[in-house]
T-cell receptor
Framework: SQQGEEDPQALSIQEGENATMNCSYK?????LQWYRQNSGRGLVHLIL?????REKHSGRLRVTLDTSKKSSSLLITASRAADTASYFC??????????FGQGTRLTINP | DAGITQSPRHKVTETGTPVTLRCHQT?????MYWYRQDPGHGLRLIHYSYGVKDTDKGEVSDGYSVSRSKTEDFLLTLESATSSQTSVYFC????????????FGPGTRLTVL
């Protein structure tokens, strides 16, 4: 089974609104990562948050991590049409292996 | 795509034929990975390599084999393709500051008829 589970599976919002995606995981982690996948392309790393961090920012991205609840959230502020993509969380499992969730499909409507 | 190429990018083949997909990296990274991506399943790890001639199985390794004779190349072979192996295949390398993040190739779309 997947270590990370994203919620919701699909999200559709208007351009300019904020988009929030959630990820839950099962085992203890050293870090949690978020990736983006545009249609027909490979995944692109967005941001990594370590287990001793609670919040991290990168441009319009804000990631939070709650290790007590084994959950993380990705917030994209002031969304743009170019943010339309699938977003995946991933955690390291074992020796240098990442386990990915099934992803959230985000659609930004103009 | 961080110096990672995959070939071919698209392939259509028939059930029972052997297929080899190639992943090539120019970054000299030690760890390389093969995933398949299917609707409803996200990315699933097939095999990975932690050095030349060092490989290990992932979550969905049945029906697949891999080889790594050079640091830069990681080959995925379907010995006898089946329709259930129709998928998009991604290669990745592990890099980043702490060696924790993965960089993906553009993918190979494989259709087995």
């Amino acid at each position: 089974s997947q270590q990370g589970e994203e919620d919701p599976q699909a999200l559709s919002i208007q351009e300019g609104e904020n988009a929030t995606m959630n990820c839950s995981y099962k085992t203890s982690i050293n870090n949690l990562q978020w990736y983006r996948q545009n249609s027909g392309r490979g995944l692109v790393h967005l941001i990594l948050i370590r287990s001793n961090e609670r919040e991290k920012h990168s441009g319009r991205l804000r990631v939070t991590l709650d290790t007590s609840k084994k959950s993380s959230s990705l917030l994209i502020t002031a969304s743009r049409a170019a943010d339309t993509a699938s977003y995946f969380c991933a955690t390291v499992q074992g020796a240098q292996k990442l386990v990915f969730g099934q992803g959230t499909r985000l659609t930004i409507n103009p | 795509d961080a110096g990672i190429t995959q070939s071919p990018r698209h392939k259509v083949t028939e059930t029972g034929t052997p297929v080899t997909l190639r992943c090539h990296q120019t970054e000299n990274h030690r760890y390389m990975y093969w995933y398949r991506q299917d609707p409803g399943h996200g990315l699933r790890l097939i095999h990975y390599s932690y050095g030349v001639k060092d490989t290990d199985k992932g979550e969905v390794s049945d029906g697949y084999s891999v080889s790594r004779s050079k640091t830069e190349d990681f080959l995925l072979t379907l010995e006898s393709a089946t329709s259930s192996q129709t998928s998009v295949y991604f290669c990745a390398i592990m890099g980043g500051w702490g060696g924790d993040t993965q960089y993906f190739g553009p993918g190979t779309r494989l259709t087995v008829l």
